[in-house]
T-cell receptor
Framework: IAGITQAPTSQILAAGRRMTLRCTQD?????MYWYRQDLGLGLRLIHY???????GKGEVPDGYSVSRANTDDFPLTLASAVPSQTSVYFC???????????FGEGSRLTVL | GQNIDQPTEMTATEGAIVQINCTYQ??????LFWYQQHAGEAPTFLSY??LDGLEEKGRFSSFLSRSKGYSYLLLKELQMKDSASYLC??????????WGAGTKLIIKP
């Protein structure tokens, strides 16, 4: 089934460690997004990419970086994890300039 | 600033009707979206409104009034599987989605 694959689905990480969350889509969507979701706060955009080779900052980009080397892959990297980055992370994709997003199953990250 | 408001939690009875409201203040408007999110799962797209009026899709309907900055999601013939969070989101002038915090809907037998 076509869609978005995220890995890992769950991870416990020591503070200060580097971590990359992987995201791959096979729908040939140009736009991709990384969100974090915390209880009571809803979805907050971390970074986005409207097309391969370009990226942009969302609402909460600090402490995170992304790359978009090709259409399918959009990894999110935490250079030095901190406990406040404990969250559920969702990768999503869409056609550009539309709000109909397709989400991956999420990556639950715990930073101790 | 941009803001989307929706109730935090609602409770309804199986078989009944429930209306979940959403009000928004955003920089421009390119459409309003409703998503459903079951606990522990990813959000999934439910509906899209860009013009005023009611859009019906089976047991679910979504209404939009752009002049009032208001939308609602109407769920009829509630089923236990409708227990979920419902997220309202607006596509702003930069084609970025602005998300509400979501409404947790609890269905009781």
């Amino acid at each position: 089934i076509a869609g978005i694959t995220q890995a890992p689905t769950s991870q416990i990480l020591a503070a200060g460690r580097r971590m990359t969350l992987r995201c791959t889509q096979d729908m040939r969507h140009n736009a991709m997004y990384w969100y974090r979701q915390d209880l009571g706060l809803g979805l907050r955009l971390i970074h986005y990419s409207n097309t391969a080779g370009t990226t942009g900052k969302g609402e909460v980009p600090d402490g995170y970086s992304v790359s978009r080397a090709n259409t399918d892959d959009f990894p999110l990297t935490l250079a030095s994890a901190v406990p406040s980055q404990t969250s559920v992370y969702f990768c999503a994709s869409s056609a550009v300039r539309t709000g109909e997003l397709f989400f991956g199953e999420g990556s639950r990250l715990t930073v101790l | 600033g941009q803001n989307i408001d929706q109730p935090t939690e609602m409770t309804a009875t199986e078989g009944a009707i429930v209306q979940i409201n959403c009000t928004y203040q955003t920089s421009g408007f390119n459409g309003l979206f409703w998503y459903q999110q079951h606990a522990g799962e990813a959000p999934t797209f439910l509906s899209y409104n860009v013009l005023d009026g009611l859009e019906e899709k089976g047991r679910f309907s979504s209404f939009l009034s752009r002049s009032k900055g208001y939308s609602y999601l109407l769920l009829k013939e509630l089923q236990m599987k409708d227990s979920a969070s419902y997220l309202c989101a607006v596509l702003d002038s930069n084609y970025q989605l602005i998300w509400g915090a979501g409404t947790k809907l609890i269905i009781k037998p």
